[in-house]
């Protein structure tokens, strides 16, 4: 029997205003060649300009995956000639990377597994390229633009662990806001490293790695299909060689591109237009102030206040909800009933007029006041779920609809024993009958009070008073 | 024009001088060659300003909007920037009025002035010789005077050799002082920006324009707040210099015997002034390694900065199949030989298997040599020496970097210290020797400008060789 020996390159754009070397727009637009400058066209002459913000947010990244991270910014070149790299060498981080021996916790059949994040490291993207059957063609939209690399130790031994790994990785990289991390805009990208090895093997096997996949989809069945491969070579005894491979979605499969990766010789040395800065203390922890309760922590925060563990997990899939959730519970509403109402109605309604959470006209505010109204009595939870769905539609707060809909509950005793009163005057049959001993027709008369008083009456009350009359008769 | 800045200000009508310099520019370039571009039209952006209407000359390195910018090699024959270099963009503002780009060797690599791609420049002094490189145009159009200043480019000794072998005033101030902005990049960490005039004076009051913090280059240097041009007739008695004894004893030549006896006799008149000049003895296995030292890093450097030259965005483009191959064509054709060279070099010093050895020795025995002359600067004010062992050479078939004996090594290289160190480093004339010009170069410690200036200003006024012009019927 083989296993698999996975480790992962990870390549997330930062979501920063202009790019890292030059004041350009970093912007995904789908129209090529806008977003451009002598910098990033490497014109002679220029020189890079760092960007305070993308070193910030690679620097927070890192803090949040736990790394060690350096006190200088130190950056280096790598050279290489490749159209798509217009000054024929990358700025990027070689010897003092922002981050190093960090770590990001899984959860694997409820058990927790440390996985090593070897190094993250801040670089600038290439241009995109576009190959036809006789030319190339070449978008600089891209080319600059801040770009995070996180190398993971070979830790992982199937495609659930990675794939569980790399959606941990993306929920802490936009808690962080370092970026929108979305594949289609291809800001994430991973490059996987797998190689195979028996249990009795006391050295990994020569390892494939596979480029630039762009959806977690596709590294899961990058995987499936490398291990089913390499694994196939190994028990017809053949030898795995050591190679780049790409992932070809439409055939499922993946296909050599070159062989014997380690050659490129890329000779970095240390970027001399950019002096060594050093990170002062202050600047480091204003950095590691901004990094927010992550998902896992608060996750386990909402089980203890009496979430269930299944709406835990759907409230901190996404900060901006999870965010939503704390300030309703900040305002003094319960946890599970908060919760209910968010993971059952407003996502629900979220998802049907495919509307974000800051975009819904329902504030933290107006939700606590319509948990509120219930808890009260001024209103019966069956009203609630119809207040809900008016404040959304007619854009206006739970008490404005409330009033203008004239649905505040009756919670007055006096007025609620008049018309009990008045119902049991009205019905002496069925008082007999309940004097009789039939004492179940109760229902009956909390039935008639309810109607007469328009569903208005705080049933709770109406039983209570109801009783309390009838049995005087 | 033969004039200095404060006499060319006097002139009512500049544009009529403008036009007289280029007349004087064109009937030159059959004899001297030293101009690729020479401007049509008067273009003063400033008429208030400290240079307004001054006529200078820039070399072909600095990024000029508009105007062709071919750093003297084939493979930019054709490119026109699109951006301003910072200084020209000072220039701009200070009112000087541009009248031409100058030859130098081919992207700023070589000491002859005989490798640009519009033909060799010849020394007015005497045509059969090198006029020195690589700011070899800038030297000559000052040294002939034609303009009363020209901006150049150093990164070995590229303003100060020229300069003392055109027998006019060289200054490359301290690292960072000039910002590098817009100037093709030879290697960055020893590149400086240059001045040339006839008289100390002119320098100081052109590079007060220059100088300053600039946002585009990092390196650059807070402001000193010091108006040069007022601070250079200082009293200097106190101040204190040295020079090398083994590299004045490294002469052996009989004409380097005549130019260390001229040395010796500007040091006399020197302590007459009441300046202190002691000898100082240097460890000469690290004189011997400047050179070596130099070559590998300043190639290493070169071969990544100049890997922008592809012909993909900018230059001129050869065809091919393939993007590899349009790049390979472009720079085969486009570079001179010797360019590949010091590429092949560079590229080797990098190599992985190599860089250890080569590329990192030489940036520690930089740091050696730089952490003894600060050592010493702790007790001197500023070293001086011959700036070359002789005077302008005639026609040199065999490249200089093949000579590897004492004098050479010594007497022709000590000016790369300057560069190193980043220091303050200035040429000028101190004699005759066989009716051609010899220079004597004053280095001072790191932002120290000011006072090199000033130390400069007390040399010039004792060997009373001051605007010296060449002129060439």
């Known amino acids: 029997m083989y296993k698999a020996v996975i480790g992962l390159e990870v390549h997330c754009e930062l979501n920063t205003n202009s790019k890292m070397f030059s004041s350009s727009k970093n912007e995904y637009n789908n129209n090529p060649n806008v977003n451009l400058s002598v910098i990033d066209l490497a014109f002679p002459g220029i020189l890079p300009l760092p960007n305070k913000e993308g070193i910030r947010k690679a620097i927070k990244l890192a803090m949040a995956l736990n790394c060690e991270v350096p006190n200088v910014v130190k950056f280096d070149r790598k050279n290489y000639y490749y159209p798509d790299l217009p000054k024929g060498y990358q700025i990027t981080q070689m010897t003092n990377p922002f981050g190093r021996n960090g770590y990001l916790d899984i959860e694997i059949d409820g058990k927790v597994k440390r996985c090593g994040i070897h190094q993250l490291h801040l670089e600038e993207d290439t241009a995109s390229m576009e190959h036809h059957l006789d030319y190339s063609l070449l978008d600089y939209n891209r080319c600059g633009v801040p770009l995070v690399e996180i190398v993971t130790e070979p830790c992982f031994s199937d495609e659930e662990e990675v794939v569980q790994f790399l959606e941990n990785l993306r929920s802490i990289i936009k808690y962080t806001d370092v970026s929108e991390a979305s594949s289609d805009k291809g800001q994430l990208r991973v490059d996987v490293n797998i190689s195979m090895m028996k249990d009795t093997d006391t050295h990994f096997g020569v390892r494939a790695e596979i480029k630039n996949i762009n959806s977690f989809n596709s590294v899961k069945e990058t995987i499936l299909y490398e291990k089913k491969r390499q694994e196939e070579i190994l028990s017809n005894g053949g030898v795995v060689i050591q190679e780049t491979r790409r992932w070809v979605d439409d055939e499922g499969k993946t296909v050599g591109m070159r062989e014997k990766v380690d050659a490129v010789d890329y000779k970095y040395y240390v970027e001399p237009n950019i002096p060594l800065v050093s990170l002062s203390d202050e600047f480091l922890s204003e950095i590691r102030r901004e990094i927010p309760v992550l998902h896992y922590e608060r996750r386990l925060k909402y089980v203890s206040l009496g979430v269930s563990e299944k709406d835990a997990k759907t409230l901190v899939k996404s ?6 959730f704390e300030k309703v519970l900040e305002l003094g509403a319960d946890a599970k009933e908060a919760s209910n109402w968010i993971t059952t109605r407003l996502l629900g309604y979220m998802n049907n007029n495919d509307k974000s959470i800051n975009e819904v006209y329902m504030t933290p505010d107006m939700l606590y006041s319509l948990i509120d109204l219930v808890n009260s009595g001024k209103i019966s939870s069956q009203q609630a779920k119809d207040v809900f769905l008016l404040v959304l539609e007619e854009e206006k707060s739970p008490s404005d609809i409330v009033r203008e809909k004239g649905m505040e509950q009756i919670s007055d005793e006096g007025k609620i024993r008049d018309i009990v009163n008045k119902v049991i005057d009205e019905n002496q049959p069925q008082l007999e009958t309940y004097k009789s001993g039939k004492t179940n027709i109760i229902g009956f008369f909390v039935g008639q009070v309810l109607k007469a008083s328009g569903g208005k009456a705080n049933p709770s009350m109406v039983s209570k008073i109801l009783n309390e009359e009838i049995n005087k008769r | 024009m033969n004039k200095s800045i404060e006499e060319i200000k006097l002139i009512d009508n500049k544009e009529e001088l403008f036009n007289q310099v280029i007349d004087e520019c064109k009937r030159s370039q059959s004899t001297l060659n030293s101009f690729v571009t020479i ?18 000359s820039l070399k072909d390195n600095f990024s ?27 220039l701009k503002e200070a009112g000087a009025v541009l ?63 020229p300069a003392s072998f055109c027998g006019v005033v060289g200054y490359k101030p301290t690292y960072g002082r000039v910002s590098r902005f817009g100037l093709f990049p030879f290697a960055s960490s020893l590149d400086h920006v240059g001045v040339f005039a006839r008289n100390v004076k002119d320098v100081a009051i052109v590079t007060d324009v220059i100088k300053g913090r600039d946002d585009f280059d990092m390196t650059t240097l807070s402001n000193d707040n010091i108006k040069y041009a007022d601070v250079l007739d200082k009293d200097v008695s106190a101040k204190k210099l040295f020079y090398i004894k083994e ?36 460890d000469k296995k690290l004189l011997e390694c400047l050179y070596p030292i130099y070559f590998i890093i300043s190639c290493a450097e070169s071969t990544s900065n100049n890997s922008n030259l592809t012909g993909f965005i900018f230059g001129s483009r050869e065809s091919g199949n393939s993007p590899e191959e349009v790049m390979f064509n472009t720079r085969s054709k486009g570079f001179g030989e010797m360019i590949k060279r010091r590429f092949v070099i560079g590229s080797y010093v990098l190599e992985r298997e190599n860089q250890e050895k080569l590329f990192l020795n030489a940036k520690r025995a930089r740091r050696m040599i730089v952490e003894k002359m600060n050592e010493l600067f702790k007790e001197y004010d500023g070293f001086v020496l011959p700036t070359s062992g002789g005077v302008a050479p005639k026609t040199i078939p065999n490249h200089e970097a093949d ?45 120290e400008d000011a006072m090199c200036l000033n130390i400069a200003n007390s040399i010039e006024s004792v060997t009373g060789l001051k605007d010296l012009v060449c002129e060439v019927k």
């Open chain 1, 319 to 324: 900060k901006d909800i999870s965010d939503y």
């Open chain 2, 64 to 90: 000029t909007s508009g105007i062709l910018t071919t750093g003297s090699s084939n493979i930019l024959r054709d490119y026109v920037p699109v951006f301003d270099s910072t200084v020209y963009k000072k």
């Open chain 2, 99 to 161: 009248v031409g780009k100058t030859v130098m060797d081919e992207l700023a690599m070589g000491g002859s002035g005989l490798t640009g791609h519009t033909g060799a420049v010849k020394n007015p002094w005497n045509l059969e010789h090198i006029p020195g490189g690589s700011s070899a145009g800038s030297a000559v159009s000052v040294a002939t005077g034609m303009v009363p200043f020209s901006i150049g480019s150093d990164t070995g000794d590229s303003v100060r050799k």
């Open chain 2, 247 to 282: 590299i004045v004893e490294s002469a052996k030549t009989e004409e380097s015997k005549e130019v260390i006896r001229v040395f010796n006799e500007t040091l006399d008149k020197l302590r007459s002034k009441g300046v202190v000049v002691q000898e100082v003895s240097f």
């Open chain 2, 39 to 56: 401007m049509d039209k008067y273009e003063c952006f400033n008429k208030e300003g400290v240079l307004s209407g001054v006529p200078y």
């Open chain 2, 403 to 447: 000579r590897l004996d004492d004098e050479y090594l010594l007497l022709e290289n000590h000016l790369l210290i300057g560069n190193f160190g980043g220091y303050p480093s200035i040429t000028l004339p101190m004699g005759m020797v066989n009716d051609m010009p010899v220079g004597i170069t004053l280095t001072c410690p790191q932002k």
